[in-house]
């Protein structure tokens, strides 16, 4: 069973602009909205963007979230040290009789 | 605010048969889906499963044959049992509420109860 494909690492300085991708195909981000979740060290994930694009209450507008096709992004503006985390990207799979699938993941670093 | 607890064993024996709960306070159980999603140590997410408040469920193919969940409205408490387990089963497990079809978010998620799979 194929994941979401996502770059295993990401870093940037505080105050710049970072972006992670989240690749997929036509069975699942090509026809399903995405959502993200940011995992801090040691601690459950967290729902950061849903429907592709929307914040939850109390999420930073410095996140924001797209999708193109079968491919989706993560942005991350102003970064700053809390930021640093495990990013995931996540999308219903029409595929069989439909599942969730993850994209592996990706470790932001603030340096 | 709803939030969701999960327990269990925390061992388990080979071929043995895996159980948690997950209890529910600060909401209501009904009318939502409720998830179950693991994670290998190190490594990362993988959705085995959800239940509907009415009993409903969708697996993971890959664990389907294995699988089985339950929801107790009355108690607020959802059950996964994960049969012949292998030391590729060891993960935290989490229980996390669900959006539901069409967008099929988790939020909130509980703490997560590590399992490990250990003669």
């Known amino acids: 069973q194929s994941v979401l494909t996502q770059p295993p690492s990401a870093s940037g300085t505080p105050g710049q602009r970072v972006t992670i991708s989240c690749s997929g195909s036509s069975s699942n981000i090509g026809s399903n909205t995405v959502n993200w979740y940011q995992q801090l060290s040691g601690t459950a994930p967290k729902l950061l963007i849903y429907?592709?694009?929307v914040r939850p209450s109390g999420v930073p507008d410095r996140f924001s979230g797209s999708k193109s096709g079968t491919a989706a992004s993560l942005a991350i503006r102003g970064l700053q040290s809390e930021d640093e985390a495990d990013y995931y990207c996540a999308s219903w799979d029409d595929s069989l009789n439909g599942f969730v699938i993850f994209g592996g993941g990706t470790k932001l670093t603030v340096l | 605010q709803v939030q969701v607890l999960e327990s269990g064993p925390g061992l388990v024996t080979p071929s043995e048969t895996l159980s948690l709960t997950c209890a529910v306070s600060g909401g209501s159980i009904n009318s939502y889906y409720w998830s179950w999603i693991r994670q290998p140590p190190g490594k990362g997410l993988e959705w085995i499963g959800h239940?509907?408040?009415?009993?409903?469920?969708t697996y993971n193919p890959s664990l389907k044959s294995r699988i089985t969940t339950s929801v107790d409205t009355s108690k607020k408490q959802l059950t996964l049992k994960l049969s012949s387990v292998t030391t590729a089963d060891t993960a935290i497990y989490y229980c996390?509420?669900?959006?539901?079809?069409?967008?099929?978010?988790?939020?909130?998620w509980g703490q997560g109860t590590l399992v490990i799979v250990s003669s």
């Open positions: 429907s592709n694009n």
């Open positions: 996390a509420r669900a959006s539901g079809p069409p967008h099929h978010w988790f939020a909130p």
């Open positions: 239940i509907y408040y009415s009993g409903s469920t």
